[in-house]
């Protein structure tokens, strides 16, 4: 049972809960409440529970600790959240107008998987951004974290990439590392996407899956392997899909 902050009781009102890519137990963790507040535990060495401190003497934190605010608060109006590895990200109402969502993320930032524009790491969550004049990303509804990249969805049904992108996983055969967002090409109607080690997955609300990235195990459902794939791959065969999950060396759906 994960405790309170208190540690006196159990963690209550958990409507969603996230754990991050690490070496061992001990990789941060994240849970949604029902207020739609966010709450991390575990390794902190690289800021990924987002409480402003990370380094030595803040390598972990045992109990749930709230995430704070870009700038200044706390994270409110949570809506989703996923760990990568070292970092982690989620969708929030804009610090400013509520009725407004973007995605934020903190932690390990050197390979640009924050998305703010810059190869940076922050123990705080900072805006995902569309380009390198500081352009925020809005209108976010689900957001999922690989092991050093991310994507989102948006509210006019288009996914979102950032962060590395040395096996195809952001579409675009010439981002090795890209600090911020951008569009993946050639999808429409996007209805979820799911991100993993070095590959990406996108369902739309026809029922039609496509993945692109590493295809070394065979994840892009081709029928072959070996050969990465850095333009979205339609996965013949699957109809009717209506969520995907995937792992390290495999897709559901």
């Known amino acids: ?17 996230a754990a991050g890519f690490g070496h061992n137990y001990k990789e941060s963790r994240c849970a949604i409440l029902e207020d739609e507040t966010l709450w991390c535990w575990g390794r902190n060495y690289s800021g990924q529970l987002g409480i402003g401190v990370s380094g030595t003497g803040y390598e972990q934190e045992l109990l749930p600790v709230q995430t704070l605010g870009p700038y200044g608060g706390f994270l409110e109006g949570v809506k989703d959240v996923d760990c990568g590895y070292q970092f982690c990200c ?38 995902v951004v569309t380009d390198q004049v500081g352009s925020p990303l809005l209108g976010v509804t689900s957001i999922s974290a690989g092991s050093q990249h991310a994507c989102v969805t948006t509210d006019d049904h288009q996914v979102f990439c950032w962060g590395v992108g040395e096996n195809g996983e952001l579409a675009d055969p010439d981002a090795g590392l890209r600090p911020w967002a951008e569009v993946i090409p050639g999808l429409e109607d996007v209805a979820g996407v799911a991100s993993s080690i070095s590959n990406t997955c996108a369902w739309t609300a026809q029922g039609e899956a496509f993945c692109w990235g590493s295809n070394l195990d065979g994840h892009l459902g081709l029928g072959f392997h070996a050969a990465d794939m850095a333009v979205p791959q339609a996965v013949e065969g699957l109809t009717e899909v209506v969520e995907i999950e995937v792992g390290h060396s495999l897709v559901c759906a």
């Open 1 to 17: 049972v994960v405790l309170g902050a208190d540690g006196l009781g159990p963690l209550e009102g958990v409507v969603k809960i």
């Open 90 to 127: 989620a969708v929030a109402s804009n610090p400013f107008d509520a009725s407004v969502t973007q995605a934020f993320c903190w932690g390990g930032g050197s390979y640009g998987q924050l998305g703010q524009g810059a190869l940076a790491s922050s123990p705080t969550p900072v805006a």
